[in-house]
């Protein structure tokens, strides 16, 4: 198996690192198998769409989520480092309200993933970053919705000594009680 698989403190949420192949000329890696991820996960997902972004230190993006259309997220990075948070936005949940934090770089390979119900965002810790992920539906600009990034009571510990940037719907994003939410 060329995948491992370690479960965070949200169980749903789980880092997946794959078996990483190096030597004096480089490296290689499976960065997407989908019988092993299928295997290790226990998951059977289908992805539907690959997102690149990338970005200079202190850009924070997130926390983003769709109701309708919701998707779940395998991200990594292949440039840099972020750190990367999921928020439960599951009402049903037992960990409704709660987030993981994980660093994701280039250097770790470290995957993260985000089923559907999280928020998601990160921020860039590196000089830049280059994030890429698999979404298991489409994005729609019309049900995206934002939550705030630093709202108290979700009290996210962003490892981070500045003031973020942030795009303007990131900053308006809505805090905890007054976000729409899943069932």
């Given at each position: 198996?060329?995948?491992?698989v370690?479960?965070?403190q949200?169980p749903?949420?789980?880092?997946l690192?794959?078996h990483?192949f190096g030597?004096a000329?480089g490296?290689?890696?499976?960065s997407f198998?989908?019988?092993?991820?299928?295997q290790?996960?226990?998951l059977d997902?289908h992805f539907?769409?690959?997102?690149?972004?990338?970005s200079?230190?202190?850009?924070l993006r997130?926390?983003?989520?769709?109701?309708?259309?919701?998707?779940?997220?395998?991200?990594r990075?292949?440039?840099?480092e972020?750190?990367d948070?999921?928020v439960d936005?599951r009402?049903?949940s037992s960990?409704?309200g709660?987030?993981e934090?994980v660093?994701?770089?280039a250097?770790?390979h470290?995957?993260?993933?985000?089923p559907?119900?999280f928020?998601?965002?990160?921020v860039?810790l590196?000089?830049?970053?280059?994030?890429?992920?698999k979404?298991?539906d489409?994005w729609?600009p019309?049900h995206e919705?934002s939550?705030l990034?630093?709202?108290?009571?979700?009290?996210?510990?962003w490892?981070?000594d500045?003031e973020?940037q942030?795009?303007?719907?990131?900053?308006a994003?809505?805090?905890?009680?007054?976000?729409?939410c899943?069932?």
């Amino acid at each position: 198996m060329a995948l491992t698989v370690t479960p965070t403190q949200i169980p749903d949420v789980l880092i997946l690192e794959p078996h990483v192949f190096g030597d004096a000329r480089g490296f290689f890696l499976e960065s997407f198998n989908a019988r092993d991820f299928a295997q290790s996960t226990g998951l059977d997902v289908h992805f539907v769409q690959d997102n690149h972004s990338k970005s200079a230190r202190g850009v924070l993006r997130g926390l983003h989520y769709q109701i309708e259309h919701a998707q779940g997220k395998l991200v990594r990075v292949v440039q840099g480092e972020v750190f990367d948070v999921a928020v439960d936005l599951r009402r049903s949940s037992s960990t409704f309200g709660q987030w993981e934090g994980v660093r994701l770089s280039a250097e770790n390979h470290r995957q993260l993933w985000v089923p559907p119900g999280f928020a998601h965002g990160f921020v860039v810790l590196s000089k830049s970053a280059e994030f890429v992920y698999k979404t298991t539906d489409y994005w729609y600009p019309a049900h995206e919705c934002s939550l705030l990034w630093n709202d108290p009571a979700l009290g996210i510990d962003w490892p981070i000594d500045f003031e973020p940037q942030l795009a303007a719907k990131d900053a308006a994003g809505l805090p905890l009680a007054q976000a729409v939410c899943f069932a």
